[in-house]
């Protein structure tokens, strides 16, 4: 067998992993590229293979960095099944045609504006493109062992994270290779904790925090003082946040603040996302794969105003009273919070608030830096209204549970290939996984194909 790494190799974005023998392929998650203009420049490139020869995908998770990628290789002759949790289902049942749909958007605005390099400017794929891949979409349950072409047996496990995030463990022609994907907190008070497999041959391990420890600060002190001091001097809290996760985590916790009286329970709270609306009812649906009580689900989001319409995000980015709006994309990489932050990032008695890792690359990695401006539809914005990222609110295990993770297995893989990371948390963690554990780690290199003897 053979092993190629095709994304999230030397970054934290595009993961693709493809395994194949002689006569079938299976690839384990489809990612978009995000980030610095090199990575996105990938998503163009050709793909490796004709998309047919590929004989079934499996899914981690839903987000983008994962899933993003589907409507091409759907588009360019991709017919096999898409195996994923029910929840994965129906969160790419609006992550992917908003994906779309906002790069026709995206399009269409620097046609309109004449801003792009490109005449005319056209999207990598369109929301149709989308809705045509979610028919390969094939839902399984946690645990439950499916059979794949070749003979290749598959099995999901619960990998916290986000709604429907799952481990897979993988078994063919004897070996047996688990993918992580991307591993949860533990103790979080919305998902489960990950439920790693205590087995592999092979193992594909992400880092994107292997260098780092989130730190101790509660994450209700931290909204309570960023959003308490902003409203007081009668400043706009913007919370650029993952539609999908962080969205409904932030809910709960400004909700439970309200509640313990620690911010205004007149407090106006906005989110501003129709697919952050629409991820927080699938949330509401699957009661089996959180925390939450019934009752709790039932009034999950009471408090919460709820912006549907562009007409209504625009009046209120017009609107000058104090409040919070909640909006995406959580790397300020587009959607609606990139014109929220046009207008208000410029004055000074106002905040933005990011909630976890800011690829390189992104606004939001240039803002939670410093930067004095970004550039937004085609112009420069000055960043004068005071800039946050609180980490502790990050859906990703930091170094220290990493570790914990990788210490409920029986005995050390084979072979650990640690992958979605940075360079430096990469390897950082491999390092750790050698000196203090002796595993065999590598850190592959994107493209590189590797046997699995």
């Known amino acids: 067998m053979k092993l190629t790494f095709l994304g999230g190799a030397g970054t934290v974005t595009g993961s693709k992993y493809l395994l194949q023998d002689d006569q079938h392929r299976i690839l384990v998650d489809c990612g978009l590229f995000q980030g610095f203009k090199a990575l996105r420049l990938r998503n163009w490139a050709p793909f490796p293979m004709p998309p047919n020869d590929i004989?079934?995908?499996?899914?981690?998770?839903?987000?983008?960095?994962?899933?993003?990628?589907?409507?091409?290789?759907?588009?360019?002759?991709?017919?096999?099944?898409?195996?994923?949790?029910?929840?994965?289902?129906?969160?790419?049942?609006?992550l992917l045609p908003d994906s779309g749909h906002l790069q026709e958007q995206d399009a269409e605005f620097a046609n309109r504006h004449n801003f792009s390099k490109h005449h005319p400017a056209l999207p990598l794929y369109t929301e149709d493109d989308a809705r045509r891949a979610l028919g390969s979409l094939k839902p399984i349950t946690y645990g439950e062992t499916i059979m794949l072409?070749?003979?290749?047996?598959?099995?999901?496990?619960?990998?916290?994270?986000?709604?429907?995030?799952?481990?897979?463990?993988?078994?063919?022609?004897?070996?047996?290779?688990?993918?992580?994907?991307?591993?949860?907190?533990?103790?979080?008070?919305?998902?489960?904790?990950?439920?790693?497999?205590?087995?592999?041959?092979?193992?594909?391990?992400?880092?994107?925090?292997?260098?780092?420890?989130?730190?101790g600060e509660s994450v209700q002190d931290a909204l309570a003082d960023i959003i308490g001091t902003t409203i007081h001097r009668g400043g706009t809290v913007i919370v650029p946040a993952f539609a999908v996760g962080r969205a409904q985590a932030l809910i709960f916790h400004i909700t439970q603040l309200?509640?313990?009286?620690?911010?205004?329970?007149?407090?106006?709270?906005?989110?501003?996302?129709?697919?952050?609306?629409?991820?927080?009812?699938?949330?509401?649906?699957?009661?089996?794969?959180?925390r939450l009580s019934a009752n709790e689900l039932k009034h999950f989001a009471r408090d919460v105003r709820c912006?549907?319409?562009?007409?209504?995000?625009?009046?209120l980015t017009a609107n000058p009273m104090a409040k919070v709006i909640i909006s995406a994309s959580g790397m300020a990489t587009g959607g609606r919070v990139l014109h929220h932050l046009a207008h208000y990032a410029p004055?000074?008695?106002?905040?933005?608030?990011?909630?976890?890792?800011?690829?390189?690359?992104?606004?939001?990695?240039?803002?939670?830096?410093?930067?004095?401006?970004?550039?937004?539809?085609?112009?420069?914005?000055?960043?004068?209204?005071?800039v946050r990222n609180i980490s502790t609110l990050s859906a990703h295990a930091?170094?220290?549970?990493?570790?914990?993770?990788?210490?409920?297995?029986?005995r050390p893989p084979r072979t650990a290939f640690i992958v979605h990371g940075e360079?430096?948390?990469?390897?950082?963690?491999?390092?750790?996984?050698?000196?203090?554990?002796?595993?065999?780690?590598?850190?592959?290199?994107?493209?590189?194909?590797?046997?699995?003897p």
């Open 55 to 94: 004989s079934a995908v499996l899914l981690t998770h839903a987000h983008l960095d994962h899933s993003g990628y589907l409507p091409l290789i759907v588009r360019n002759g991709f017919r096999g099944p898409i195996f994923c949790t029910a929840a994965t289902k129906d969160l790419c049942g609006i």
């Open 149 to 215: 072409p070749g003979g290749a047996k598959a099995r999901f496990h619960q990998a916290g994270h986000i709604l429907g995030a799952a481990t897979i463990s993988l078994e063919w022609h004897g070996r047996s290779i688990v993918f992580s994907g991307d591993i949860g907190r533990y103790g979080d008070p919305l998902m489960p904790d990950p439920e790693p497999p205590r087995q592999a041959d092979y193992l594909l391990m992400e880092s994107t925090y292997g260098n780092r420890r989130h730190d």
């Open 258 to 290: 309200k509640a313990q009286g620690r911010l205004p329970k007149l407090l106006p709270v906005f989110l501003d996302s129709p697919m952050a609306i629409d991820a927080t009812e699938i949330f509401q649906r699957h009661a089996t794969n959180q």
């Open 307 to 315: 912006v549907h319409t562009p007409e209504d995000s625009k009046q």
């Open 347 to 386: 004055d000074p008695k106002n905040a933005i608030l990011f909630t976890g890792f800011q690829a390189g690359g992104t606004r939001g990695a240039a803002m939670v830096a410093g930067t004095d401006s970004v550039k937004i539809h085609g112009r420069y914005v000055p960043i004068r209204a005071k």
């Open 398 to 410: 930091d170094q220290g549970e990493l570790l914990r993770w990788a210490g409920t297995f029986e």
């Open 423 to 452: 360079p430096e948390g990469a390897d950082t963690l491999r390092h750790k996984l050698e000196e203090d554990r002796g595993w065999h780690c590598i850190v592959p290199d994107h493209g590189e194909t590797v046997e699995l």
